[in-house]
Nanobody, 123 residues
């Protein structure tokens, strides 16, 4: 019902910025909450940010608060993650996820997710 494709990852030096995009398709996407989570080798999966359909509810992990910004353009069926002041600790594969329930996205659950985009932050 929902397909997600992430893009925008790459190699960047510490202190730099990247903007990730996730394009969604499928009728079921309408009304879904969206989010981003990341996975690094040897570490547990971490929810980075989440946003409700109308944008009235937004969540950020403490580790990225003040540096990352999540936004969405429902007309384009796209969610974004603006990442500023990147640190080497941010190196991971970033995934976009979607679920009908906002709280489920915040907790790391999902109805659908993409294949991910790799973000590598060098020192």
């Amino acid at each position: 019902q929902v397909q997600l494709v992430e893009s925008g990852g790459g190699l960047v030096q510490a202190g730099g910025s990247l903007r990730l995009s996730c394009a969604a398709s499928g009728r079921t996407y309408i009304g879904y909450a969206l989010g981003w989570f990341r996975q690094a080798p040897g570490k547990e999966r971490e929810t980075v940010a989440a946003i409700s359909w109308a944008g009235s509810s937004i969540y950020y992990a403490d580790s990225v608060k003040g540096r990352f910004t999540i936004s969405r353009d429902n007309a384009k069926n796209t969610v974004y993650l603006q990442m500023n002041s990147l640190k080497t600790e941010d190196t991971a594969v970033y995934y976009c996820n979607a679920d009908p329930r906002y709280i489920t996205v915040v907790r790391g659950g999902m109805d659908a997710w993409g294949k991910g985009t790799l973000v590598t932050v060098s020192s």
